[in-house]
Each structure stands twice: as C-alpha cells, then as structure tokens.
C-alpha cells in the first residue's frame, strides 16, 4: 500500500500532507520511537516493539504492517495479521491471536483480519491519523476478500466505574453516549462496532484487564443476517 492524504488540525484545521504505506526493516527505529512516545515510563519499555516482532510483521504479513508519515518521519502504526475466525465472540486474548505480538500464527487462508495493535505519536494525534489507519486497515480487508476485521479494545476509563457497572454495562454506556471511553469512542467513529468485552484479554489495570472486541463487517460480502 502506498497513498497520500491531506489530513487537518483539529483546533487550526490547518493541513498536512501525509503518506500511508507498508512498513520495512528500514523503519523499525522510527516505529520504535513512536511506541516511546506513546507508551512512556512507567509504561514497561520491554512491552514496546522489538525488532524481531517488527521483522516477523514485514517478512510474515507486510500487507497488515501500515505506517503513516507525516514531516518526514514516521508518527504512527497500525498491524494486522490474517486468522480464521467461525464466530467472533469466542473467547480469546491478545496474546493467542496475535502469537504475543510475533504473529508467527499468521494464517493467509483465514477470513479475519485481526488487530495487533494501533500507535499514534502524541504529537500528532490532533490530525485524526488512527483513523486513517483504521481506513486503510479496511481496504485491506476488501482487497483480501475478507469477512471482516477484528480486534480487542483497551477500556481505559472503565476503573473509574468497576464498582458500580459490570463491563457489559460500562460498554452499553459508552455507545449510548453517557460515559466518554477514549478508546471504545474513538473505534466507534471509524465504523467499528462493539461485539463483546472479554475477562483477561489484556494485562492493562485500566480497562480492569478488559478487551472489548469491536468489529467490522466487509460490506462487499453478503453477511448473514441475525
């Protein structure tokens, strides 16, 4: 994949133009980078990308490994892998969907594209970029022929109300517009939709160790009516 976009400021609307392509063994330290100023102490560092996972996502997969330069530099990241996926609500956890990152279980004859993860720079998230990604992550899915892409949502906001709402409620709270979840909204606005939260998805004391699955459906594909 290779395309440039206009995207825009949010408070100056001001534009920039950006480019989404495939990453390469020649990006892995901007990537990095990237996960650095996303995730900074006490995030653990060892949760970061390390080169062997970057390595598997372009040797295995480089049609799942997106990133998305604006500058001059790389300011962001998103990566697929392709699994076979019967129902979307079986119960999973990041680690044995995405093989903890390494996506070795990549699987090209599998009907789910599946989120391994999604990393703007902070900088840069005023310009709507993981949303670009998310775009982009669904012509994948078109150009694959796939039933849908799939992936677990941290619940950031949710320890604020563990106590008084189950994760199923907490959910149905943030899609009736009553409770802002960074995350769960943000997804909601590229055209996922949520599915089902999962117990034990993620370690992430946030979300309560939460993953809500969110999906979304290739709308070039007859899907089966409930």
């Not at 989404?20 to 996960?35: A, C, S």
């Not at 902070?122 to 970029?129: A, D, G, Q, V």
């Amino acid at each position: 994949m290779y395309k440039e976009i206009y995207v825009f400021h949010k408070q100056t609307r001001k534009p920039k133009k950006a480019c989404i392509r495939n990453y390469t063994k020649h990006d892995f330290q901007g990537l990095i980078q990237v996960q650095q100023e996303a995730f900074p102490p006490p995030f653990p560092p060892d949760l970061w990308w390390n080169e062997e996972q970057l390595t598997n996502h372009t040797d295995i997969f480089q049609e799942g490994a997106l990133c998305v330069e604006v500058d001059g530099r790389i300011v962001g990241s998103m990566t697929g892998l392709i699994t076979q996926m019967e129902n979307p609500e079986d119960y999973h956890t990041w680690e044995e969907m995405t093989d903890n990152g390494y996506i070795s279980n990549h699987n090209p004859s599998g009907n789910t594209l599946y989120v391994v993860d999604i990393c703007i720079s902070p900088t840069y998230r005023p310009y709507s970029l993981g949303k670009c990604l998310m775009q982009s992550m669904f012509e994948v899915v078109i150009q694959y022929d796939l039933d849908r892409l799939l992936g677990g949502s941290r619940m950031p906001n949710y320890y604020k109300y563990k106590n008084e709402l189950t994760a199923e409620q907490y959910v149905k709270q943030v899609v009736q517009g009553n409770i802002y979840d960074p995350v769960i909204t943000f997804l909601l606005k590229t055209g996922r939709m949520p599915v089902k939260p999962v117990p034990n998805y993620l370690e992430d004391e946030e979300s309560c160790h939460y993953g809500l699955l969110m999906e979304w459906k290739n709308p070039f594909k007859l899907q089966t009516q409930k």
